[in-house]
């Protein structure tokens, strides 16, 4: 059962869990008093502010609206014309 949360969760979680981590590792280190004391809490706001843009998130989705990522992968020689226009 466990074994399906990621499946259902998606790949994500597990970066945020990894970044997470390394923040309080390294948060520990410089000032062990304050991660004790605030790391909770901290942790406690950014699971929540995740939770939180779920909502909007399955909106768009549902309306069929597209992000403005400016990211794409082309062929290389899709790619290898677009260098060209761009280089001048």
Do not use: H, Q
């Amino acid at each position: 059962m466990a074994m399906a949360i990621p499946f259902y969760l998606g790949p994500y979680f597990a970066i945020d869990m990894c970044v997470g981590s390394l923040i309080l590792f390294v948060w520990e280190r410089v000032n062990k008093a304050k991660a004790d004391a605030f790391g909770p809490a901290v942790a406690s706001g950014l699971i929540c502010g995740d939770g939180i843009w779920t909502l909007p998130s399955s909106i768009l989705a549902l309306a069929g609206v597209k992000p403005p990522i400016c990211m794409k992968f082309l062929s290389r020689a899709i790619n290898d014309k677009v260098d060209n226009f761009l280089s001048g």
